[in-house]
């Protein structure tokens, strides 16, 4: 693709999730939700129906008025989810999204992530190094010396039964282990 082409694709068929949010401090929740809408050209009315949809679903609206320094790590989180899924794109990139939160802001952002990409069918394409973010997964690519080493599936299994898959793979892997 050219150029251009790569922008087009990265505006309409892409979102994303820093671990560090990446949330504009002179922006409101809302304005930095409605970001990509904006390169979009999405009209006023279609941008105010998916920003509320999205901030419903995270829970977020009553929030939308305040600046990210007014408001929690798990809520400037979420914030940035809905900013990466207001345009309903097929492919979201999220980096260590529960990197900067406590674990209960952490399971509530990746229950939320779940429930997202079951009801958008949006792919979750996510790095981490936690254990238990990855138990979220219905698949977990592990890299050694930047090779792909193995892969799990989740298939029928439990989270947590495919939590300890996980931690077995890591232990093998020689990766931290920790105890949940």
Do not use: C, W
Request: a positive charge; glycine letters at 6%.
């Amino acid at each position: 693709m050219k150029e251009k082409q790569l922008a087009e694709f990265r505006k309409h068929h892409l979102g994303f999730i820093f671990q560090d949010y990446n949330l504009l401090d002179t922006l409101t929740v809302k304005e930095n939700i409605l970001l990509p809408l904006s390169i979009t050209k999405a009209s006023k009315q279609e941008a105010n129906h998916k920003f509320q949809a999205v901030a419903t679903e995270l829970g977020i609206l009553e929030i939308q008025d305040k600046y990210p320094g007014e408001i929690s790590g798990g809520q400037k989180q979420r914030t940035s989810a809905a900013r990466a899924f207001v345009h309903e794109p097929s492919i979201i990139f999220a980096d260590e999204p529960t990197g900067a939160l406590d674990s209960r802001s952490a399971s509530d952002l990746l229950n939320k992530l779940n429930e997202l990409n079951q009801r958008r069918k949006a792919t979750i394409v996510m790095v981490t190094h936690d254990s238990v973010a990855a138990s979220y997964s219905s698949r977990v690519i592990f890299i050694k010396d930047g090779q792909i080493y193995t892969q799990l599936y989740k298939g029928q299994a439990s989270r947590q039964a495919f939590f300890q898959d996980i931690m077995k793979t890591q232990g093998v892997l020689g990766g931290v282990h920790n105890e949940h």
